[in-house]
């Protein structure tokens, strides 16, 4: 997809799908709490299998501003523990997520204006791209740091989905 021009690829090494955006300015001193709330909405889900599949754009076809791809296999599985941990971390303030939860994984964000229809013709070679499914074994809290070159992401910590 290298040939689409006007889009700035998310690199390989910081790709990741977002439960939660906490905001830029979460305080250092609430990582411990955050953590142990991530701990309580992952309590009672092991670890399932993900996929990632297909090429399409956000907010849709007509109007693209990001490129991603979809969460196939257990999704209703990610879903369970997207509303856990809503609720978990609202109880230190955050703000719960008013939209449906739509599980992906940015591959790009369209920075001009692009031709819709060309867009389309283009992404149309790629919409069967499917990945073998994968387990999913945890969770991560990272912070972000953006940059000129692209954002940077520090892990903070992370939760072990248990075995049940």
Request: net charge positive.
């Amino acid at each position: 997809m290298a040939h689409l021009s006007g889009i700035s690829w998310v690199k390989p090494e910081a790709m990741h799908l977002t439960l939660n955006f906490l905001g830029d300015d979460t305080p250092a001193d609430q990582v411990r709490d955050i953590l142990q709330q991530m701990e309580k909405a992952a309590k009672g889900i092991a670890p399932f299998s993900i996929a990632i599949k297909g090429v399409t754009a956000f907010p849709d076809l007509k109007r693209p501003r990001v490129v991603v791809s979809e969460i196939d296999g257990e999704a209703q599985i990610l879903s369970t523990l997207k509303k856990n941990l809503d609720r978990s971390l609202s109880s230190l303030g955050f703000p719960m997520e008013t939209r449906p939860f739509k599980g992906h994984l940015t591959l790009g964000r369209i920075k001009n204006r692009i031709d819709p229809v060309m867009f389309r013709k283009r992404l149309s070679g790629h919409t069967a791209f499917q990945t073998r499914a994968f387990e999913a074994v945890r969770m991560t809290l990272f912070r972000s740091e953006l940059r000129p070159s692209g954002p940077r992401y520090h892990e903070l910590g992370s939760i072990e989905f248990p075995s049940l």
